[in-house]
């Protein structure tokens, strides 16, 4: 699948993954991996709406985006397979992960700039370093790494939280992760074997819609957790029955 003659020219990205490339147009390599990230950028949208609207604070609308922008770049990522694009898919990865862990663990920090400063200056350092080395393992050792860290405080949250909704969508988080998680690893070590199916099931476009709503649901669960650290009685609602996002009563000194 390597080397192929098309619109953006040979591959050069250091990853491809099971999806046969220009099968459908000479302008998009992987077409399913690439339009799998839609869900992601709707869900996304419709979550800086509600923070917005409801007057959340900053940090999560720029969360919102993130996530936005990290499904924008792994669409130019896969539609292209350009080692550039492929750094507009892993470098927001490892910014959204940053951003996590400043919304994480940022409330019990006692100095508040350091923080920030810190995490920002991180991420300039890695996109920079990243942009001139190639490092395929180490990228995915990096990634996993940032994951781990949000795991205690995430963990800490769901126990104290006492709100069964706001519970539901913890599970929800994991859940999704665990069947998008399962679906790359298969996408990924069995692709001689999946390829031969009738039909190929597509996983790690899979992959890309469990992480969209992985990411909706983190996102809302935080949003409950910081919303009652502030005071502002939130609850979850539920649009038309089974849409989930929180609703929040600011007192009137707010």
């Known amino acids: 699948m390597a080397d192929i003659s098309s619109f953006w020219g040979p591959v050069t990205s250091t990853t491809e993954w099971c999806e046969k490339n220009y099968v459908y147009s000479s302008y998009i390599a992987e077409f ?6 839609v869900p992601t950028i709707i869900l996304a949208l419709i979550g800086l709406i509600i923070s917005l609207r409801q007057r959340f ?3 999560f609308s720029i969360l919102h985006l993130s996530n936005m922008i990290l499904a924008i770049g792994s669409m130019l990522f896969h539609a292209t397979l350009q080692h550039v694009q492929q750094q507009s898919d892993e470098t927001p990865m490892v910014w959204e992960m940053l951003l996590y862990i400043y919304i994480l663990y940022s409330p019990d920090w006692h100095y508040r700039s ?6 920002f200056l991180y991420g300039a350092v890695f996109a ?19 994951c781990l860290i949000c795991i205690p405080r995430t963990y800490k949250y769901y126990i104290y939280i006492e709100d069964v909704a706001a519970k539901r969508l913890a599970k929800l988080y994991v859940g999704t992760l665990i069947l998008g998680s399962i679906c790359w690893l298969c996408d ?7 390829s031969r199916w009738y039909f190929y099931p597509q996983g790690h476009a899979l992959w890309h819609v469990f ?16 919303a009652q650290q502030r005071g502002w ?17 600011k007192p009137k000194t707010q």
Do not use: D, W
Request: include cysteine; charged fraction near 15%.
């Open 128 to 146: 920079i370093v990243h942009s001139q080395f190639r490092f395929v393992i180490g990228f995915k050792v990096h990634y996993v790494i940032l």
């Open 188 to 194: 990924r070590l069995f692709c001689k074997e999946i």
């Open 32 to 37: 399913f991996n690439t339009v799998s990230n």
């Open 114 to 119: 350091t923080m920030p400063t810190f995490l």
């Open 211 to 226: 992480m969209g709503f992985n990411s909706y649901f983190a996102n809302t669960f935080l949003m409950f957790c910081r």
């Open 233 to 249: 009685a939130p609850r979850i609602v539920y649009f038309l029955g089974f849409f989930p996002y929180v609703k929040i009563q």
């Open 57 to 59: 604070e900053k940090r």
